[in-house]
Structure formats: structure tokens, C-alpha cells
């Protein structure tokens, strides 16, 4: 009896052995099918000119393989946890997950693995896949593996992190520190399997830096490639990018000898569309146009649904714009590349190219509108001057285009354009002219004769109307010159500027840029030379100066901009440093203004010293003679927008809105400044607006976590209008978040009673039926959202992961992968809800007051979240403590006692009160004086006229957060060094 108990005993170990191995011999079978799937696809993209990419997304065969094989593997570590397979299983699992593109899935996989199996065989090989997850989500963290190890030394784990170490500085345009890392590995593992990607890669890096010195470099990495027996793909990348290379360095023999000997070799057949393509460029830029079509054509031809025909119809397409201006046919050719190959690199350049081109043609459209009303206004003007000969006034005429009409400015036949605008007309003729046209114009008047002059009645700025138009041909111009390639169109529209413009600060960064164009487009120094020079004589201090010095070997010089910007640091130390240095801020930065005109600085400057002689020293007549200035000197700055601005409200009666808006312009807030608009208080019983008030307090306290407190505003809430379903559903949200799943379904279910389609209690039901484990319930909610949001992101890609999920299948799907879908539910938008508050301003912290630390009060700080209720006024009505302790909730609610705010304002009608009473949140902190100095705050939370520590500090912060006037090109980041 004893033998026969051992017996049965054996049988059922060798029986639950082979179970738990079965399960994981099918996982590795599923694995390897899938893997073959990938490495096939994956060779098919490199050989149609497809991405590099670690991460490629597998197909969708090979997905389902992946998930078969992660399911097996799941089942031994769940069934047979004591089982010797259970590191296999799981190493298995989260490279599935990888493949998968489920890298957060695959980060938990392999972080518990290196836990638990420290001992593992895998060990460095789980480290490795788990920064391979946080490469392929940017997560810093991948590089910080990655160096461990390499810098452990252990074989193919180390010599492959040093490669991707290379492809995450390449990946980030850091080509010297790619090559760097390229070459550190090939230094230090001499017998590595991956020497041949790796010289590819060094020698990429080096052509990629565009520096002529270094494409020597590039060719000699490319020529080792042929010594480390590369693969063929490998060989022939290596090759194609040898000739481009020769090209780059003007061996244009060498060039196309290199690309027609790969056509030669029959083993790179599969790459004949790459080269073809590539002859193809070559014949394109040596302008042999009918030769470079003839290679697009006939990769089109030989490769069709292929990346590369997709890139040759983009070729083609370019070529038809850039070299014949046929823009209806390139059109063609780039809408026919989404059937060719849609989502392929070309399609996505195809209809960015597209793009372009509605928009000049909408530029086209405004500039020629503006042309003609200009147009319309100098002629009317003429013609009464003739008949007038005794007013005295005299103005010329402008020649009308009579086929096209005034202007056409057609976009790829730039030298058509005659301009129909007479640049820097005196302010007398403008007004002239404006009183001169026929009042049978009617609503046409005032904006023809804006459009007929280039000043303000207010200054010596530019008007509206021709601000918009310089814009529109800057934009033309960079279209052209950044997207189209087009670089005698771009120039013609940077001439145009300065033609049009001549008193504009902008004409010092058109002429740059047409000198640009000429050197950098289309190799043409002579062409640029007079620009350049135009540039050194007449803004001999400034940046652009110093760029075109430059491109003519001349010596640089110290820019105005730098000599103002550092006597500005110099003003800003002094009042600093002396308190009683406040009286001379203003004339301080009124000679800095002086001294440096047409600088940033400057510009800066005379807003600040306005805004001190306003709002300091009270002296109005002075502030506006600065802001008079700002208008006259510095036109284009930002700060002069905000001075129209400004005279605009108070014409309005607005100028306390206008300093709402700057508030809000300044960007980020001050600790005790932010607030959070939580719900409007009704000024009657109206039960709809009462339930809307308790309704949004309980959002609040829902985002908070607060959930009681949540819970307790959704009844309050139900209290004045019963049938609200968004109540229900964010009860049922809040009791699912605490486990509460069956109360969850019945709220989710009340939620569905009042509102049949709302989508999320269909993801709650799912959500909450899948938590207790029902799956039949879970699956049937399923359903029904993948019916009823089939057009968001996350369905979609769920349904082409799982075909059975489709409407038309229906297929359940067991727990298992049930529980790894995670669907999350459609964005609440909360935020967005604000919409329901009707709000036409929200209210904003005014003025804020630092709340005292409590005296015996223990710890470095506290924060205390308050409700306040903002009256009319812009005081605070109500004051009520959501969350914080004593003693700091009373020092909170004291200083919340002394804020002051700008009130909320609701859209009204003429002569009706817009003023409401809003709640907020306000985050107060409470923090020891010495602890807030240290953290660079201003414990009085005061303006201090006398010390000028936070002098006009609303406005500073405003205008160092604005941006900088435009400079070109690329900011001047890419001038020639």
C-alpha cells in the first residue's frame, strides 16, 4: 500500500511537470513565431527604405503571436510558481509585452524579475530589455541603464547598450556625441558582432554634423563597414551613403559611379527603388530634370505600394513645384502618394507640403485683397487731386495690372507682383486721402485709407491693417524659404518688405534674410555680398551686423544689444543695492533707451520706466510720453501692442481689464497666487443653478481625492434636481475608486436611466463588473463601448490588436485578457466644464498677503486650501477651510481676509451688472519669514516703492516673460560661426 501511495505520488510530480513545461514549450513556440513574423516585416521596411527603429511596431500577426505567448508564459508563473521556469516565463513575458509596444507592461515585468531573480541568468539581459521600455518612452532613465551596462563590460549586453547609447544621441540630432559613443564601443569591444552597424553608424553621425572637415571621417567609417562582414542591407546602406558623401564633397564622378555599381550587383536588387531614388536626387540637383523624372518613374513603376514609389511620387511632385512652378500638378502627385503608401514617410511630407500651399494660397488671397483696397483708395484719391488742383495736395499715381487685376501675386510667379501700396506715405496725405474717399464707399472708407498709409495717428507705427500685411508677406517669404525651397520667390517677398516697409524695424531682418537666401539656397555671394554690406553700414551694432561680418571674414564687434543689456543688469543691481536709488530707475532707463534704440533691451526699458512713472511715481504725463515713444521707436516689439492695448481700454473704460490680461500674460503664478474656479453663487433659490453650485464643489473634492466630501456635494446636489446622470456618474466613479463596486454599478446604472448614451458609465460598468470578476457583464459592456466609440484612438487601436472584438464578430474574450486591456475612460474634460460657469473673465489674485507663521508652530511650512468666496468688489465675501489643521488654517484664513482679486464677469447686456460672486480655491502657504527670504519670496507679499524690491512686480514678471523681437533666421542660432 505504501509502494502503490508513492507511486500515484510520482505520477502526479512527473504529470505536474510536464504540464507547467508543455505550458512553456508553447509559449516559446508562440514566441518564435512571432519573432519571425517581426524580423520578416522588419527586413521587408529596411528594404523598401523603411525607418530605422528598434521599437517597429510588429504586425498585427505577429501581435496576436505576442500574446499568445505572453498568455502561456502568464499561466506558468500563476499556476506553477514554485516551478524552475518562472524567470523564463516572465523574461518571456515582458519581451512579448516589448514587441507589443506595451512597455509599461513589460518595465513591470522585468523590474519584478530583477527583484526576485537577482541570481538569474538574465539578469543583465532583463536590465537591458527594461531600458530598452524607457528608450523607447524618452525616459532618461534608459541612458542611465544603458551606461551601467557598458560600463560593466559583460560581452553583447554591454557592446549593444553602447550602441544604443550612440542611437539615443542620434535619435536627439547630438551627432558629435552619437559619433563619440560609437566609437567609445567599437574602442572597447574589438571582437563585438556589431562592428559593421556600428562603423555604419559612426560614419552617419559624422555626415550628418554637415561639417566638410569631417567627411573624410564619414567615408573611411563607411569603407570599414566592407572589412566587419556586414549583412547585405548593412553593406548597401553603407555604400548608397558613401556616394552621398562624394557628392557632399563635390566628386560628382565618384557620386554616380558609386550609385550605378550597386545597380550592377543582383544582391542588392531588393534596394534597386534606394538607389534609383538616389540617382535620381543626383540628377535633380545637377538640374537634369527629364533624367532625375525618368528614375522617379521608373522606381514608381518596378516597386509599386512600395516606401519608395511613395517617395518618388514626392520627388516628383517637389520637382514639378520647385523646378517648372506647376503647382496643380504637384498637387496631384502629392495626393496620389496616400494611395500609394499611406502612413509612410512620404505621405506624411506630402501633405505637410500640401498644407504649404493652402496657406499661400490664403496669403495670396489676403495680400491681393489688401492690394486692391489700397489700390481702390490711391486711385479714388487721384482722381479727385486732378479735379482739385487747387488744394495743393499731390499724389502718384500707381500702374494697375489691367489683365490680372491689381496685383495678382501669383504664388509661383513672384515677379509679377507690382505693388499697389505706396510705402511711408506722410500722415497728412493718409488723412487727405481719407477724407477725400467718396462716402458712397460706405463701410469700405475707414479701411481703405488705413490701407492706403503706414502710419498711426498715434505714432510713427505701422496701422493694423498694414502690420497684418508685412506679417502676411513674411510669411509668404518663410514658406517659401523654409518648406517649398523656393529661393527667388522667398527673396522677392523679403524685398518686397523692404520695398513696401522702409521705415520698419523689420527691414534690417528682411535684408538678412534675402542675403541668406542667396548664400545658403543658392551659393550666390556676389547676389548677397550687397546686402551684407547694406547691413554693416546702416545696423553697423547690430547682431545681424555681426552674422554678416562673418560670411566676409570681417572682425566682430560688440552688438548694442549686449552693451544694453548689460547696462540694464547694472540699473537693476543699483536699485537693488541702494533703496533710495528709486528716484533715478526712470531717467536711468530713459538714457538707456537713449543710448541703444532699436535694441530688445531698449524696448524693455521704456515699458518699465513707463510703467514706473504710472503706477510709482504717479506721474501720468510722463508714463505717456514714454508710452509715445514705445509706438514711435519700437513699432514691432511686444510692448508696443501692449500700449495699444492699454489706450484701447481706456477709451473703453477698460484699463482694469487690460491689467487682468497682463496679469494672466505673465505665465506661471506666484506660491498664494493660483487659484481654481470652483462654482458661481447664484443670487436666488433657482434649484437648477443651486444643484450646478453643489454639483461643481463635488468635482472639486473628486479631483482632491476628497471623496466623502464629494459624495456629500453629489447628495446635496441630487437635493435640487434629481435627474442629473453626471452626479451618478461621478458617484459611481468615486465608490469604484474605493472598492465599491456593486454601489458603483447601480450608480453608473442610474447615470444610463436619465441618459442612455453616456459613454463613460458604459467604460464605469465595464470597469466595475471586470473588478468583481464577472466577465460575461464586463464583455457585454465591452461591446457596447467599442460600438459607441469606435472613433476614439484607444478602441481603434484596441479592435485592430483583438479583430474579435469587432461589431460585426462579437467575440468574448476570457478574464485573463480582460484584465490587461485597462481602458481608460473618455476625458472627463473637467477642466472644460468651467464653460458651464458662463464666465466672460475668471477671477484672478490681485494683490496678495503672506500669511504669518504661527508663533510655536512646528515644521518647515504648511499649505491650508481654502474656499473663498470673491464678491463683486473683488474682496473676499466667505471664507471657508477645505482642508488644513491648526494653527495654520486660522494665519491662512487672516491673510486670506486682506487679498484683494479681480472679479469674475459673466457676458451681459448693455447697461446690466456683468459683475458675479465666484467660489475659488486658493492654496495658501504658511511659511516661516526666514524659510520664504531663502526661497527668494518677499514675506510682506507687498510692493514696496521705497526698497524697490518687488517694484511694479506684476508688470516685471510680464514683461521678462514675453518673447523676444523676431530675429532671422532660427533666431540667429544658425548663423555661420
Given at each position: 500500500m505504501i509502494f502503490l501511495r508513492l507511486s500515484l505520488f510520482s505520477v502526479f510530480l512527473f504529470s505536474s511537470s510536464c504540464v507547467y513545461f508543455n505550458t512553456y514549450y508553447n509559449a516559446q513556440k508562440y514566441f518564435r513565431q512571432a519573432e519571425k513574423i517581426r524580423r520578416t516585416h522588419m527586413e521587408e521596411e529596411a528594404n523598401r527604405g523603411g525607418e530605422r527603429s528598434t521599437a517597429l511596431r510588429s504586425p498585427q500577426k505577429a501581435n496576436r503571436l505576442y500574446e499568445q505567448a505572453a498568455q502561456k508564459a502568464w499561466e506558468v508563473m500563476e499556476k506553477f510558481p514554485e516551478s524552475d521556469l518562472v524567470d523564463d516565463a516572465a523574461y518571456l513575458m515582458g519581451r512579448a509585452f516589448y514587441w507589443q509596444g506595451n512597455y509599461l507592461y513589460a518595465i513591470r515585468t522585468f523590474s519584478d524579475l530583477e527583484g526576485k531573480f537577482p541570481d538569474s541568468e538574465f539578469y543583465d539581459r532583463i536590465r537591458y530589455w527594461r531600458a530598452l521600455c524607457y528608450e523607447a518612452q524618452g525616459d532618461e532613465q534608459a541612458k542611465e541603464l544603458f551606461r551601467s551596462l557598458f560600463t560593466a563590460g559583460k560581452g553583447e549586453v554591454a557592446y549593444q547598450s553602447g550602441y544604443r547609447l550612440g542611437e539615443i544621441e542620434f535619435a536627439a540630432e547630438n551627432y558629435a556625441a552619437a559619433a563619440q559613443e560609437y566609437q567609445t564601443t567599437l574602442d572597447a569591444f574589438p571582437q563585438a558582432d556589431t562592428r559593421a552597424e556600428l562603423y555604419l553608424r559612426l560614419g552617419e553621425s559624422f555626415f550628418a554634423l554637415e561639417d566638410s572637415a569631417r567627411y573624410a571621417e564619414s567615408l573611411s567609417a563607411f569603407s570599414r563597414v566592407r572589412q566587419e562582414s556586414p549583412t547585405t542591407g548593412v553593406e548597401y546602406k553603407a555604400r548608397l551613403l558613401s556616394g552621398k558623401v562624394y557628392y557632399a564633397m563635390g566628386d560628382v564622378e565618384s557620386a554616380r559611379t558609386t550609385y550605378t555599381d550597386l545597380l550592377r550587383e543582383s544582391r542588392f536588387r531588393p534596394f534597386e527603388g534606394q538607389t534609383r531614388l538616389a540617382i535620381g536626387q543626383y540628377y535633380q540637383e545637377r538640374h537634369l530634370l527629364d533624367e532625375a523624372l525618368h528614375e522617379y518613374e521608373q522606381v514608381r513603376?518596378?516597386?509599386?505600394?512600395?516606401?519608395?514609389?511613395?517617395?518618388?511620387?514626392?520627388?516628383?511632385?517637389?520637382?514639378?513645384?520647385?523646378?517648372?512652378?506647376?503647382?496643380?500638378?504637384?498637387?496631384?502627385?502629392?495626393?496620389?502618394?496616400?494611395?500609394?503608401?499611406?502612413?509612410?514617410?512620404?505621405?506624411?511630407?506630402?501633405?505637410?507640403?500640401?498644407?504649404?500651399?493652402?496657406?499661400?494660397?490664403?496669403?495670396?488671397?489676403?495680400?491681393?485683397?489688401?492690394?486692391?483696397?489700397?489700390?481702390?483708395?490711391?486711385?479714388?484719391?487721384?482722381?479727385?487731386?486732378?479735379?482739385?488742383?487747387?488744394?495743393?495736395?499731390?499724389?502718384?499715381?500707381?500702374?494697375?495690372?489691367?489683365?490680372?487685376?491689381?496685383?495678382?501675386?501669383?504664388?509661383?510667379?513672384?515677379?509679377?507682383?507690382?505693388?499697389?501700396?505706396?510705402?511711408?506715405?506722410?500722415?497728412?496725405?493718409?488723412?487727405?486721402?481719407?477724407?477725400?474717399?467718396?462716402?458712397?464707399?460706405?463701410?469700405?472708407?475707414?479701411?481703405?485709407?488705413?490701407?492706403?498709409?503706414?502710419?498711426?495717428?498715434?505714432?510713427?507705427?505701422?496701422?493694423?491693417?498694414?502690420?497684418?500685411?508685412?506679417?502676411?508677406?513674411?510669411?509668404?517669404?518663410?514658406?517659401?524659404?523654409?518648406?517649398?525651397?523656393?529661393?527667388?520667390?522667398?527673396?522677392?517677398?523679403?524685398?518686397?518688405?523692404?520695398?513696401?516697409?522702409?521705415?520698419?524695424?523689420?527691414?534690417?531682418?528682411?535684408?538678412?534674410?534675402?542675403?541668406?537666401?542667396?548664400?545658403?539656397?543658392?551659393?550666390?555671394?556676389?547676389?548677397?555680398?550687397?546686402?551684407?554690406?547694406?547691413?554693416?553700414?546702416?545696423?553697423?551694432?547690430?547682431?545681424?551686423?555681426?552674422?554678416?561680418?562673418?560670411?566676409?571674414?570681417?572682425?566682430?564687434?560688440?552688438?548694442?544689444?549686449?552693451?544694453?543689456?548689460?547696462?540694464?543688469?547694472?540699473?537693476?543691481?543699483?536699485?537693488?543695492?541702494?533703496?533710495?536709488?528709486?528716484?533715478?530707475?526712470?531717467?536711468?532707463?530713459?538714457?538707456?533707451?537713449?543710448?541703444?534704440?532699436?535694441t530688445r533691451v531698449a524696448a524693455r526699458s521704456a515699458f518699465l520706466a513707463a510703467r514706473q512713472y504710472e503706477n510709482v511715481l504717479g506721474d501720468t504725463l510722463e508714463a505717456e510720453s514714454r508710452f509715445d515713444r514705445i509706438l514711435n521707436e519700437f513699432p514691432s516689439s511686444p510692448f508696443a501692442k501692449l500700449v495699444k492695448d492699454r489706450r484701447e481700454n481706456q477709451r473703453l473704460g477698460g484699463l482694469a481689464k487690460l491689467a487682468r490680461g497682463i496679469k494672466s500674460l505673465a505665465g506661471g503664478t506666484k506660491p498664494g497666487e493660483k487659484i481654481e474656479i470652483i462654482a458661481v453663487e447664484p443670487d436666488s433659490a433657482d434649484s437648477v443653478i443651486l444643484a450646478r453650485k453643489h454639483f461643481h464643489f463635488a468635482l472639486r473634492a473628486y479631483l482632491r481625492s476628497e471623496f466623502e466630501k464629494a459624495l456629500e456635494q453629489c447628495e446635496l446636489s441630487l437635493e435640487q434636481m434629481k435627474r442629473n446622470p453626471d452626479v451618478f456618474y461621478y458617484k459611481g466613479n468615486m465608490l469604484s475608486q474605493q472598492g465599491y463596486n456593486q454601489d458603483a454599478i447601480d450608480e453608473y446604472h442610474r447615470a444610463l436611466h436619465y441618459n442612455g448614451n453616456y459613454l463613460g458609465a458604459y467604460y464605469g460598468l465595464f470597469n466595475a463588473y471586470l473588478s468583481e470578476g464577472r466577465a460575461d457583464s464586463a464583455n457585454f459592456y465591452l461591446h457596447e463601448i467599442v460600438s459607441r466609440d469606435s472613433r476614439s484612438f484607444q478602441i481603434q487601436y484596441l479592435v485592430e490588436e483583438i479583430p474579435g472584438l469587432r461589431p460585426s464578430e462579437k467575440e468574448d474574450q476570457d478574464l485573463y485578457i480582460l484584465e490587461k486591456l485597462e481602458l481608460q475612460h473618455p476625458e472627463d474634460n473637467l477642466s472644460l466644464r468651467q464653460g458651464l460657469l458662463r464666465l466672460e473673465e475668471l477671477p484672478l489674485v490681485r494683490k496678495i498677503v503672506a500669511a504669518k507663521y504661527p508663533q510655536g508652530a512646528r515644521g518647515d511650512s504648511a499649505e491650508v486650501i481654502l474656499d473663498i468666496l470673491i464678491g463683486r468688489d473683488g474682496r473676499a465675501e466667505a471664507i471657508e477651510v477645505f482642508k488644513g489643521d491648526e494653527p495654520f488654517k486660522s494665519a491662512a484664513m487672516e491673510a486670506a481676509r486682506e487679498y484683494l482679486f479681480y472679479p469674475g464677469e459673466k457676458r451681459s447686456k448693455k447697461n446690466e451688472e456683468n459683475k458675479v460672486r465666484v467660489w475659488v480655491e486658493l492654496v495658501v502657504p504658511v511659511k516661516p519669514e526666514e524659510l520664504a527670504v531663502a526661497q527668494g519670496e518677499d514675506p510682506g507679499g507687498q510692493p514696496n516703492a521705497r526698497t524697490g524690491a518687488r517694484l511694479d512686480s506684476t508688470f516685471r514678471d510680464t514683461v521678462s516673460g514675453l518673447p523676444e523681437l523676431n530675429d532671422y533666421p532660427d533666431n540667429l542660432e544658425a548663423l555661420p560661426k
Open positions: 513603376d518596378d516597386f509599386p505600394k512600395s516606401e519608395s514609389s511613395a517617395m518618388a511620387l514626392f520627388r516628383t511632385g517637389l520637382l514639378y513645384l520647385q523646378e517648372f512652378g506647376d503647382t496643380e500638378r504637384a498637387e496631384e502627385y502629392f495626393k496620389e502618394i496616400q494611395a500609394e503608401k499611406s502612413g509612410s514617410e512620404a505621405s506624411k511630407l506630402g501633405r505637410e507640403i500640401l498644407k504649404d500651399l493652402q496657406e499661400l494660397e490664403r496669403l495670396r488671397r489676403r495680400i491681393h485683397r489688401a492690394d486692391s483696397l489700397a489700390a481702390a483708395a490711391t486711385e479714388t484719391a487721384t482722381a479727385i487731386v486732378d479735379t482739385s488742383a487747387g488744394e495743393g495736395l499731390k499724389l502718384e499715381a500707381v500702374e494697375v495690372d489691367q489683365e490680372n487685376g491689381p496685383d495678382s501675386l501669383a504664388v509661383l510667379e513672384p515677379d509679377r507682383i507690382d505693388s499697389l501700396l505706396t510705402p511711408a506715405a506722410p500722415l497728412a496725405d493718409s488723412l487727405a486721402i481719407e477724407n477725400m474717399v467718396p462716402d458712397s464707399l460706405g463701410g469700405k472708407k475707414a479701411e481703405l485709407a488705413d490701407l492706403s498709409r503706414t502710419g498711426e495717428e498715434s505714432g510713427g507705427g505701422l496701422s493694423s491693417e498694414a502690420e497684418k500685411l508685412m506679417d502676411d508677406l513674411f510669411d509668404m517669404a518663410e514658406i517659401f524659404r523654409h518648406k517649398i525651397e523656393q529661393p527667388d520667390s522667398a527673396a522677392h517677398y523679403y524685398a518686397e518688405i523692404t520695398r513696401r516697409f522702409p521705415q520698419s524695424d523689420q527691414v534690417l531682418r528682411a535684408l538678412y534674410a534675402i542675403a541668406w537666401v542667396n548664400i545658403e539656397l543658392k551659393g550666390d555671394m556676389p547676389a548677397a555680398l550687397p546686402f551684407l554690406e547694406r547691413i554693416i553700414e546702416d545696423y553697423p551694432s547690430s547682431e545681424h551686423a555681426n552674422a554678416a561680418r562673418r560670411y566676409l571674414d570681417l572682425e566682430i564687434q560688440i552688438t548694442a544689444e549686449e552693451l544694453a543689456a548689460e547696462e540694464f543688469l547694472g540699473i537693476e543691481k543699483l536699485l537693488v543695492g541702494d533703496a533710495e536709488a528709486i528716484d533715478m530707475y526712470g531717467p536711468l532707463l530713459d538714457s538707456l533707451v537713449q543710448k541703444y534704440p532699436a
